[in-house]
Protein backbone atom coordinates (compact mmCIF):
# COMPACT_ATOMS: atom_id res chain seq x y z
CA UNK A 1 0.00 0.00 0.00
CA UNK A 2 1.09 3.42 -1.17
CA UNK A 3 0.02 6.94 0.46
CA UNK A 4 -0.89 8.35 -3.00
CA UNK A 5 -2.25 11.51 -2.35
CA UNK A 6 -2.97 13.63 1.11
CA UNK A 7 -3.77 17.16 1.94
CA UNK A 8 -4.53 18.73 5.36
CA UNK A 9 -5.71 22.74 4.91
CA UNK A 10 -7.82 24.88 3.51
CA UNK A 11 -10.71 23.27 2.59
CA UNK A 12 -9.95 19.64 2.66
CA UNK A 13 -8.62 16.73 5.17
CA UNK A 14 -8.19 13.72 3.59
CA UNK A 15 -5.79 11.02 2.55
CA UNK A 16 -6.18 8.05 0.17
CA UNK A 17 -3.86 5.20 -0.94
CA UNK A 18 -3.06 3.25 -4.10
CA UNK A 19 -2.79 -0.32 -3.49
CA UNK A 20 -0.38 -2.31 -5.13
CA UNK A 21 -1.26 -5.95 -4.35
CA UNK A 22 -5.09 -7.91 -5.43
CA UNK A 23 -7.07 -6.40 -3.73
CA UNK A 24 -11.11 -6.54 -4.01
CA UNK A 25 -12.82 -3.06 -4.03
CA UNK A 26 -16.34 -2.81 -2.80
CA UNK A 27 -18.57 0.08 -1.68
CA UNK A 28 -20.28 -1.72 1.28
CA UNK A 29 -20.06 0.41 4.99
CA UNK A 30 -20.63 -1.20 8.35
CA UNK A 31 -21.69 -4.65 9.04
CA UNK A 32 -24.90 -4.17 7.39
CA UNK A 33 -23.27 -3.82 4.47
CA UNK A 34 -25.07 -0.61 3.10
CA UNK A 35 -23.43 -0.23 -0.71
CA UNK A 36 -22.53 3.05 -1.31
CA UNK A 37 -23.22 4.65 -4.73
CA UNK A 38 -20.42 6.56 -6.33
CA UNK A 39 -21.98 9.68 -7.22
CA UNK A 40 -20.96 12.50 -4.32
CA UNK A 41 -23.83 14.99 -2.92
CA UNK A 42 -23.74 18.58 -1.17
CA UNK A 43 -25.97 17.66 1.82
CA UNK A 44 -28.43 21.21 3.11
CA UNK A 45 -28.94 21.81 6.27
CA UNK A 46 -31.29 20.05 8.31
CA UNK A 47 -30.91 16.51 6.56
CA UNK A 48 -29.64 13.56 7.97
CA UNK A 49 -27.09 12.04 7.23
CA UNK A 50 -24.77 9.08 8.74
CA UNK A 51 -21.37 8.13 9.74
CA UNK A 52 -19.66 4.86 9.95
CA UNK A 53 -16.07 5.69 11.73
CA UNK A 54 -13.79 2.88 12.76
CA UNK A 55 -13.82 3.59 16.76
CA UNK A 56 -18.40 4.94 16.93
CA UNK A 57 -19.10 2.53 14.20
CA UNK A 58 -22.54 3.63 12.77
CA UNK A 59 -23.88 6.84 13.81
CA UNK A 60 -26.57 9.50 12.83
CA UNK A 61 -27.27 12.83 12.80
CA UNK A 62 -28.11 16.12 11.20
CA UNK A 63 -26.61 18.82 9.04
CA UNK A 64 -26.12 21.87 11.21
CA UNK A 65 -23.85 23.73 9.06
CA UNK A 66 -23.27 23.31 5.43
CA UNK A 67 -20.35 26.14 5.06
CA UNK A 68 -18.56 25.35 8.52
CA UNK A 69 -15.31 27.21 9.33
CA UNK A 70 -13.17 24.77 11.89
CA UNK A 71 -10.38 25.92 13.46
CA UNK A 72 -7.95 23.14 14.68
CA UNK A 73 -6.27 22.44 18.25
CA UNK A 74 -3.02 22.65 15.67
CA UNK A 75 -3.86 25.85 14.49
CA UNK A 76 -4.80 24.60 11.18
CA UNK A 77 -7.92 25.88 9.62
CA UNK A 78 -10.56 23.99 7.75
CA UNK A 79 -13.08 25.93 5.53
CA UNK A 80 -16.47 24.83 3.64
CA UNK A 81 -16.72 22.07 6.12
CA UNK A 82 -20.05 20.33 7.04
CA UNK A 83 -20.73 20.30 10.80
CA UNK A 84 -23.52 18.07 12.14
CA UNK A 85 -24.79 16.54 14.95
CA UNK A 86 -23.73 12.87 15.11
CA UNK A 87 -21.84 11.67 17.54
CA UNK A 88 -17.62 10.53 16.69
CA UNK A 89 -14.62 10.46 19.01
CA UNK A 90 -10.72 10.19 18.21
CA UNK A 91 -10.04 7.15 15.95
CA UNK A 92 -12.89 7.53 13.66
CA UNK A 93 -11.45 10.01 11.55
CA UNK A 94 -11.53 9.34 7.77
CA UNK A 95 -14.47 7.37 8.26
CA UNK A 96 -17.11 7.56 5.12
CA UNK A 97 -20.24 10.11 5.81
CA UNK A 98 -23.02 9.19 3.68
CA UNK A 99 -26.50 11.04 2.78
CA UNK A 100 -29.60 8.21 2.16
CA UNK A 101 -32.14 9.25 -0.04
CA UNK A 102 -36.35 9.44 0.93
CA UNK A 103 -36.71 5.64 -0.09
CA UNK A 104 -33.83 4.54 2.04
CA UNK A 105 -33.02 2.95 -1.08
CA UNK A 106 -29.41 5.01 -2.97
CA UNK A 107 -26.51 5.79 -0.72
CA UNK A 108 -24.46 8.74 -1.80
CA UNK A 109 -21.10 9.51 -1.02
CA UNK A 110 -21.04 13.38 1.35
CA UNK A 111 -17.67 13.58 2.81
CA UNK A 112 -14.91 12.01 5.13
CA UNK A 113 -15.25 12.81 9.06
CA UNK A 114 -12.34 15.23 9.81
CA UNK A 115 -12.53 16.75 13.37
CA UNK A 116 -15.20 16.49 16.63
CA UNK A 117 -16.56 19.19 19.27
CA UNK A 118 -17.88 18.85 22.45
CA UNK A 119 -21.56 17.81 20.99
CA UNK A 120 -20.83 18.01 17.26
CA UNK A 121 -19.05 16.57 14.16
CA UNK A 122 -17.08 17.75 11.38
CA UNK A 123 -16.51 16.36 8.17
CA UNK A 124 -15.01 17.20 5.02
CA UNK A 125 -17.05 17.63 1.75
CA UNK A 126 -16.65 14.70 -0.89
CA UNK A 127 -16.70 17.25 -3.91
CA UNK A 128 -13.64 19.57 -2.49
CA UNK A 129 -11.53 16.35 -2.04
CA UNK A 130 -12.05 15.46 -5.44
CA UNK A 131 -11.37 18.53 -6.55
CA UNK A 132 -8.04 19.25 -4.69
CA UNK A 133 -6.98 15.67 -4.92
CA UNK A 134 -8.57 14.53 -8.30
CA UNK A 135 -9.66 11.51 -7.13
CA UNK A 136 -12.80 9.80 -7.87
CA UNK A 137 -15.43 7.16 -5.99
CA UNK A 138 -14.60 3.43 -6.89
Known sequence: VDLARTFYGDKVDAAFVK?????TMTNKVGP??????????????????????????AQTGVVISSSYTSNGEDGIVLKDMVK??????KGDSG??????NNQGTDHYIAGIQSRKGSNYSIYCKAINIQSKLGVTPY
Not at 19 to 23: A, G, R
Not at 84 to 89: L, T
Open 19 to 23: FSSNV
Open 32 to 57: MSTTLNSTTVVVPEGSTIHMYGKKSK
Open 84 to 89: ADYYSQ
Open 95 to 100: GIVYFT
